[in-house]
């Protein structure tokens, strides 16, 4: 079993900056691929960064990009999130998770974490 633990959320002002982490443990493949998702009250579960199985290529959704970055530490099976330039609409609990694979679509993932609560106050 495959364990997540994400942290680094927060209470911050709008245009302010998080750095959220993602330490993976248990039976994880040599082979994986991380990332992460949003859910705010009342909507659905969205995308928000991952890398794909082909090297270190990164793809974002489309609301975060060219203010959050992903990025990864194999040697500590961590994934990080860091998010800049936040706004209120930003304010969702963020789950990581894992894929071990290959193959299916980049946003179909078989791992996840409990979550960690980001806020961007206006």
């Known amino acids: 079993q495959v364990q997540l633990v994400e942290s680094g959320g927060g209470l911050v002002q709008a245009g302010g900056s998080l750095r959220l982490s993602c330490a993976a443990s248990?039976?994880?493949?040599?082979?994986?691929?991380m990332g992460w998702f949003r859910q705010a009250p009342g909507k659905e579960r969205e995308f928000v960064a991952a890398?794909?199985?082909?090297?270190?290529?990164?793809v974002y959704g489309g609301s975060v990009k060219g203010r959050f970055t992903i990025s990864r530490d194999n040697a500590k099976n961590t994934v990080y999130l860091q998010m800049n330039s936040l706004k209120p609409e930003d304010t969702a609990v963020y789950y990581c998770?894992?894929?071990?694979?290959?193959?299916?679509?980049?946003?179909?993932?078989?791992?996840w974490g409990q979550g960690t609560q980001v806020t961007a106050s206006s």
């Open positions: 890398f794909t199985w082909s090297g270190d290529n990164t």
């Open positions: 998770a894992v894929d071990q694979r290959p193959g299916g679509s980049i946003r179909r993932f078989d791992y």
């Open positions: 248990g039976r994880t493949s040599s082979s994986y691929r």
